[in-house]
């Protein structure tokens, strides 16, 4: 099974996203084996991935995702994806709805804080209301030890629907869940 290779490709102030293809393996493979990025886009301990597990993990999402590479000034600098909910914890809650999620990963950890983050998750919400159709997006897993990725959430109009307290030893003492609603995204784009 290869990567779902859409061709779609969005800009935003900063960045631009790209379609993920099948030549991308190198750069995936070498942001899914640094240890400090895998610190934060996992809410589990991880190990480095090898190169099958990457694929394994790409390819399937791609069924049910736009994935994206984002470029800032035409370089690779890492990855994201707009995907149908597949978090049953979310779906009751939503019966009948069209819910989509963010995932994000700037892999070059040089640019982490200069914007690009906030950046990419404006481009993949219009992207998800205004294309898509959607009812409403989320951020999900979203770990109390990553306030920036609480905050670039945050800074796009999102708020915390869910609170999960972990069970002692895990790394991470609370998971959030973030939404933007339909309404609510319009309603930001009116008074901007
Ligand atoms: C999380 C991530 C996508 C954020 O993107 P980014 O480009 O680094 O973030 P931005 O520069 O757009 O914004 C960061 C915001 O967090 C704030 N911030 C940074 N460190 C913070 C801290 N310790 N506490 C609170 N806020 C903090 C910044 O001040 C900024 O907010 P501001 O613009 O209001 O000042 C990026 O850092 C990343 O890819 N990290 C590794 C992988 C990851 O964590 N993925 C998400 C998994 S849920």
Redesign the pocket.
């Known amino acids: 099974m290869k990567l779902w290779e859409h061709n779609t490709t969005l800009r935003g102030g900063k960045s631009t996203l790209r379609p993920m293809t099948e030549g991308d393996w190198d750069i995936l493979l070498r942001w899914n084996r640094d240890p400090e990025?895998l610190y934060?886009?996992d809410i589990d301990v991880v190990a480095p991935r090898e190169l099958p597990d990457v694929q394994e993990m790409y390819r399937g999402v791609s069924r049910n995702a736009f994935c994206f590479i984002i470029e800032v000034g035409g370089e690779p600098v890492?990855e994201c994806w707009l995907q149908k909910m597949n978090l049953e914890r979310v779906l009751r809650e939503y019966p009948g709805k069209d819910c989509r999620r963010i995932?994000?990963?700037?892999?070059e950890?040089g640019?982490?804080?200069?914007?690009?983050?906030?950046?990419?998750i404006s481009t993949l919400t219009r992207f998800g209301f205004e294309n898509e159709k959607a009812d409403f997006v989320f951020?999900c897993?979203?770990?109390d030890y990553?306030?920036?990725?609480?905050?670039?959430f945050q800074?796009n109009g999102y708020r915390i629907e869910a609170e999960m307290v972990q069970p002692p030893g895990n790394k991470a003492g609370i998971i959030y869940d973030l939404v933007l609603s339909k309404d609510e995204y319009y309603r930001r784009e009116r008074r901007a």
Do not use: E
Not at 111 to 120: E, F, P, Q, S
């Open positions: 990025v934060f886009t890492g995932d994000l990963m700037i892999g950890k640019l982490w804080g200069k914007g690009i983050g906030t950046d990419v951020g897993d979203i770990a990553n306030p920036r990725s609480l905050r670039v800074k």
